[in-house]
């Protein structure tokens, strides 16, 4: 089944939110954490996309976009 379709509003902020299945660590060495910000800065440079705030936890992390 398609998903509904998402609504976008020019100019607006939106929480992207995820976690590790079962609230399992998705960050264990300082690599990893390093790993995914060097992935939200290609995201940056890619697409645009404008990062206002983020903070990555052992098993999920927040951005604010």
Do not use: K, S, W
Not at 12 to 28: E, K, L, P, S, T
């Amino acid at each position: 089944m398609p998903r509904t379709a998402r609504l976008e509003y020019e100019g607006a902020f939106y929480h992207v939110m995820n976690r590790g299945r079962g609230r399992q660590r998705i960050f264990d060495t300082d690599d990893d954490y390093q790993a995914f910000l060097e992935t939200v800065v290609e995201a940056h440079h890619r697409f645009n996309l404008q990062i206002h705030a983020y903070c990555l936890m052992g098993n999920h992390y927040h951005l604010l976009v």
